[in-house]
């Protein structure tokens, strides 16, 4: 497959002059279907409508309370969105030990049970601290006796005014959920069990509940909250005198750059066994690395870990987090009345969501006026390759970006006119307005050869004109990297026409290249560690006919440093190459266009006026006029490389009729068909075949 490589960690660009670079795009969509904490599986992923994969929600449920039995259980969440505003419902939060529907009557032989009485209706049981941007708002489940009739009211809670997580880009709520104690200082540390227990040690309450978001009805989850404290995922089952395992799923958060050691928090596995304790055998734990699809090592050893069997007292277990991976916390033969309190190292929401970029791009300038477009054709467009620039991609892997995308202007249906691909697009980030299969139409096709590495549901969305898909990885591109040794029989080159030349030069400082024509037979290869201006059409001289391979010129232009191309250009044949410096996957130094000038690794289809080695800035396409200073088309016959293409020329928009691309990429044969390019097959050789097979082959 032959591909157009782009990269860019830029945001997505709206000026008159054509489509802006391949950008990083925005929030992530997450899925929908109910966000109850009900269910072996904490959080659940098996949705929309159950929690478990017999669809038994009633089993399980989340508790908060403080008994002789279990002395500390709270549970800390978080509520996420894909937009400001939400609603969040906590089912059976008043708590009401004789109400026969109610699961809060399970905890026998303790203080309240035996002291039945002491509370009176509408006494404050649990406490719910709700935090929104740093703003807390506390709400309260009640204590009710089963012939009250707000008993089982449900407490809803409004969240208004979410803003997104920087590293996620979600709107998100936490949500702490505790007891209220009713004797407060009798059931701190250890209990030592001496003799006949003292029952008026502890409250005696254990309060069960479920949650779940009631607004919107889609795209939104609840996890667990990471944190270290033992306790803050509290999970008892309710039916059955059984044994079940705990499924506790999370992820590795944004602070996690390179390997590094982690700690699994558990408190209160009663593995001494017990009436009411654990029973049936001892809890077992395994840790399940979902990206190695491989189980864990715990403490250096085993990946098989049982807990130490003293009861009331945090533990630990430790294991290697690598960045980016997902994982699944196994918490084996629990007894049904064994409540368990764990605590991951992060956040649940990192097992599907992965980090946005740490530095968020600038706001977004106005949108233009216009929407002008580009094309390819013959080839496929890859967004997201990283570049090696020292050393072989063989024996180096620099680093990929991950948020790189494609974007342009396309009408979204039902024709879905406007910018695309005849082939394939693949990008690690978003692909938006911007088709592939072309000019195929309808929603089937134009996102059929679609392949983005978004890993969040929303990422496919063609009436948003997101037309990305969950894929893989990106090449790495090394055209520096492999380059001659810049000395004899390498010639050098300076400023001029590169009409006439024949072979391999090279150029240590900025140069311009004027109108050149390549004639028949001539391969041109031209390495320049520097800036390059082309100010005048570079084509294939095609007049006479090719009689074989080694007659099909060639003209490949690889720079260490930014292509700046004049707008008069309006053709350009051969293979351009702007190639970055090592470090360009550090998006602070990349990022924003007023970088565009200074860092390497920039191709631009319109340089300014004022300066052959300059680009016009997008957002100033009123002040510079762009519309008019880059209204001319361009056309390239073969391909562009580069960490960021600015495709800035505004030869035509979207609305106009008819409308025409403003950049017209087209991969043609001669760029591997000839012999002096470095795909094609050796000098003394020939093709006996050539077939064009579809991407997924």
């Known amino acids: 497959m032959h591909r157009i490589l782009l990269n860019s960690q830029s945001k997505k660009l709206f000026a008159t002059a054509a489509v802006m670079a391949f950008v990083v795009l925005g929030v992530g969509l997450l899925w929908g279907g109910k966000a109850s904490a009900l269910g072996s599986s904490y959080y659940d992923t098996t949705g929309p409508t159950c929690d478990v994969n017999t669809c038994d929600t009633t089993r399980i449920r989340l508790a908060v309370g403080e008994t002789r039995y279990v002395q500390k259980t709270s549970v800390n969440v978080s509520a996420y969105y894909t937009q400001a505003s939400g609603q969040l419902t906590i089912g059976n939060m008043n708590y009401c030990p004789k109400d026969p529907s109610s699961d809060d009557g399970m905890q026998k032989n303790d203080y309240y049970d035996t002291n039945y009485g002491n509370l009176s209706n509408g006494d404050k049981i649990t406490k719910v601290v709700v935090d929104i941007n740093g703003t807390k708002t506390t709400y309260y489940g009640y204590f009710y006796d089963g012939s009250n009739g707000n008993c089982n009211n449900a407490l809803t809670i409004p969240l208004n005014g979410m803003t997104p997580d920087p590293n996620l880009g979600l709107y998100t709520a936490r949500i702490s959920i505790d007891h209220i104690d009713q004797q407060p200082g009798k059931c701190t540390g250890s209990i030592t069990i001496v003799g ?19 607004s919107p009805t889609s795209n939104y989850r609840i996890a667990q909250t990471g944190g270290t404290s033992g306790y803050e995922v509290t999970l008892q089952e309710t039916a059955g005198a059984s044994n079940i395992n705990y499924y506790v799923r999370f992820g590795a958060d944004c602070t996690v750059t390179a390997d590094k050691t982690a700690q699994l928090y558990f408190y209160d596995m009663d593995n001494d066994g017990g009436v009411g304790a654990q ?96 094309k390819v054709t013959g080839g496929d467009v ?118 006439g030349l024949d072979g391999t030069y090279y150029a240590t400082s900025d140069v311009a290249i004027s109108a050149s024509v390549i004639d028949p037979g001539k391969h041109v290869t031209i390495y320049v560690d520097g800036n390059v201006s082309i100010k005048g059409n570079i084509t294939y001289n095609t007049g006479a006919a090719w009689a074989d391979r080694q007659a099909i010129p060639s003209f490949r232009l690889i720079v260490h440093g930014s292509i700046f191309i004049k707008n008069s250009v309006s053709q350009l044949d051969g293979l351009y190459v702007a190639v970055p410096d090592s470090d360009y996957a550090n998006a602070s130094a990349v990022s924003g266009f007023a970088k565009v000038n200074t860092r390497k690794g920039t191709i631009s289809t319109c340089s300014a006026a004022s300066d052959d080695f300059a680009s016009y ?58 012999a002096g390019s470095p795909s094609s097959v050796a000098p003394d050789g020939d093709y006996q075949s050539i077939v064009g097979l579809p991407p997924e082959l």
């Open 382 to 499: 890859v967004s997201g390759a990283s570049f090696s620039t020292t050393t072989p991609c063989a024996s180096s892997s620099p680093a990929h970006i991950a948020e790189a995308g494609i974007v342009s202007w396309n009408e979204d249906g039902p024709a879905f006119g406007g910018a695309g691909t005849q082939y394939a697009a693949r990008a690690m980030g978003y692909i938006q307005d911007f088709v592939t299969h072309q000019p195929a139409a309808g929603a089937a096709v134009t996102t059929k050869l679609s392949f983005s590495n978004d890993l969040t549901t929303g990422a496919v969305n063609t009436g948003n004109g997101l037309f990305g898909g969950l894929f893989g990885d990106a090449p790495c591109v090394d055209y520096w990297g492999t380059k001659p040794a810049f000395a004899a029989p390498l010639q050098p080159f300076s400023t001029g026409s590169a009409s």
């Open 196 to 214: 006949t227990l003292n029952i008026a040690d502890c409250d005696g309450i254990m309060n069960y509940f479920y949650m779940n978001e009631t």
């Open 617 to 674: 800035d997008p957002a100033n396409y009123t002040t510079d006029a762009i519309e008019s200073a880059c209204s001319a088309k361009l056309t390239v016959n073969g391909s562009l490389v580069a960490q960021q293409i600015w495709l800035l020329r505004a030869y035509s928009a979207l609305g106009d009729t008819p409308s025409y691309p403003a950049e017209i990429i087209n991969y043609l044969p001669e760029l591997w068909l000839s």
């Open 279 to 374: 029973l049936n055998g001892k809890i077992t734990m395994r840790l399940y690395d979902n990206t190695d699809s491989q189980y864990v090592s715990l403490n250096g050893g085993s990946t098989t870990y049982t807990p130490p069997s003293n009861n009331n007292a945090v533990g630990s277990v430790n294991f290697t987090v690598k960045p980016r991976h997902a994982y699944t916390w196994h918490v084996n033969n629990a007894y049904i009345n064994n409540t368990i309190q764990v605590s991951t190292p992060y956040d649940g929401i990192y097992f599907l969501n992965q980090c946005k970029p740490p530095n968020p791009p600038p706001p977004l300038p106005p949108p233009p006026p216009v929407q002008p477009y580009f």
